[in-house]
């Protein structure tokens, strides 16, 4: 079963967006995660209602990171995308007749939605400013390692 990619793709671009010195075009964004541009100015536009990046048209245009990195969950962006199935897993059938499925149910919605909630109050936790310092630790690792040889 194919996994949901949106949220981590987003950030991603996000990260590529907050470190670069320039607007960056659907195009470039687009060859970053190996997909079409359409995709990316579709994903972004939503991003963009709420504040998070804006676009220029034109010679020199392409989206920016316009939000403060700092003031930025994990879980706002989370949100911006659709609020996507945190997990693949389900119930076999939604609505069963028999009372040994009915309590499998109970308990797998129970367990599910513990697991859901305690991910979700995490991504609450990391702002993208931290995402952002934990690339530049370990772009500066990978540079010193790669200097030294």
């Not at 987003?10 to 079409?36: D, K, Q, V």
């Not at 996507?84 to 119930?91: I, R």
């Not at 991910?119 to 690792?141: D, G, M």
Request: proline letters at 3%; aromatic letters at 6%; glycine letters at 8%.
């Amino acid at each position: 079963m194919r996994r949901d990619s949106k949220l981590s793709s987003i950030l991603h671009l996000l990260l590529h967006m907050a470190h670069s010195a320039r607007p960056l075009t659907s195009e470039e964004l687009a060859g970053f995660l190996h997909t079409n541009p359409v995709l990316v100015r579709r994903t972004l536009a939503g991003l963009r209602e709420r504040g998070y990046v804006g676009s220029g048209k034109g010679h020199g245009g392409g989206w920016v990171v316009t939000a403060d990195l700092r003031q930025v969950t994990l879980r706002d962006i989370y949100e911006a995308v659709g609020s996507p199935a945190v997990f693949a897993m389900g119930n076999r059938v939604e609505h069963p007749e028999c009372l040994v499925e009915q309590a499998v149910n109970q308990s797998l919605a129970s367990a599910f939605e513990e697991a859901e909630a305690l991910l979700i109050e995490r991504l609450s936790n990391v702002t993208l400013a931290e995402l952002s310092e934990r690339f530049n630790a370990q772009y500066a690792q990978h540079r010193g390692a790669h200097h030294e040889e």
